[in-house]
């Protein structure tokens, strides 16, 4: 099985900044693509940021230039820096990974439980 942990939410004014962390742990055999969705009341879960093992990243428009999301392949670990936060970033932030847990399985995908980020003065 994989376990996957986030930590790093809280309360923080409009303009401040926080940064989310990830980390998949348990039988792991390979990690591919990482990524933060978020979910705020009433609305879809939604994309923030992905990172493939490479290195390569995609963001939805309403945060690029002000999200940066990064990776530790050796701790199976990735990061959300937020900068510039606006009330419309307030949600329960998930991080999603996708492991292979052997040489012969396919990729199965994991959910962690998710982080509340509030933006409010």
């Known amino acids: 099985q994989v376990q996957v942990v986030e930590s790093g939410g809280g309360l923080v004014q409009p303009g401040g900044s926080l940064t989310l962390s990830c980390a998949a742990s348990?039988?792991?055999?390979?990690?591919?693509?990482m990524g933060w969705y978020r979910q705020a009341p009433g609305k879809q879960r939604e994309l923030v940021a992905t990172i493939f093992s490479t290195g390569t990243t995609n963001y939805a428009d309403s945060v690029k230039g002000r999200f940066t999301i990064s990776r530790d392949n050796t701790k199976n670990t990735i990061y959300l820096q937020m900068s510039s936060l606006k009330p419309e970033d307030t949600a329960v932030y998930y991080c999603?990974?996708?492991?292979?847990?052997?040489?012969?399985?396919?990729?199965?995908?994991?959910w962690g439980q998710g982080t509340q980020v509030t933006v409010s003065s």
């Open positions: 348990g039988t792991i055999f390979v990690v591919g693509v």
């Open positions: 999603n990974v996708d492991v292979k847990e052997s040489f012969y399985s396919t990729y199965n995908d994991y």
